[in-house]
């Protein structure tokens, strides 16, 4: 049975940073592409950033570049997001996911976790 559980979520000013973490089971972790999505209220899930099997591969959405880190620790079989410098636009629930590292992200295929809030206050 596959499970993802995020912790690391809460509230914090404009300009912190929070690090989120995601614990995997059930799953091949070395076969796995992992990744962050999030859903701000009242707009579409999007995929924010990804990391490849082996961790030598990272892509980012525009919003976040240069801002979050996406990494991996397959012995613990656990993704993280640290995210830097924070807006009141980075608000929403956080999902960690997974998928086959040969197939495509497919929000209906996905493995899911429960999500985590994060809100980010001005």
């Not at 972790?29 to 030598?56: C, M």
């Not at 919003?63 to 656990?78: E, L």
């Amino acid at each position: 049975q596959v499970q993802l559980v995020e912790s690391g979520g809460g509230l914090v000013q404009a300009g912190g940073s929070l690090r989120l973490s995601c614990v995997a089971s059930g799953i091949v972790i070395t076969r796995t592409t992992l990744g962050w999505y999030r859903q701000a209220p009242g707009k579409q899930r999007e995929l924010v950033a990804s990391i490849n099997t082996g961790g030598s591969r990272t892509n980012y959405a525009d919003s976040v570049k240069g801002r979050f880190t996406i990494s991996r620790d397959n012995a613990k079989d656990t993704v993280y997001l640290q995210m830097n410098n924070l807006k009141p636009e980075d608000t929403g629930v956080y999902y960690c996911a997974g998928k086959r590292f040969d197939r495509s992200w497919d929000e209906n295929k996905n493995y899911w976790g429960q999500g985590t809030q994060v809100t980010v206050s001005s």
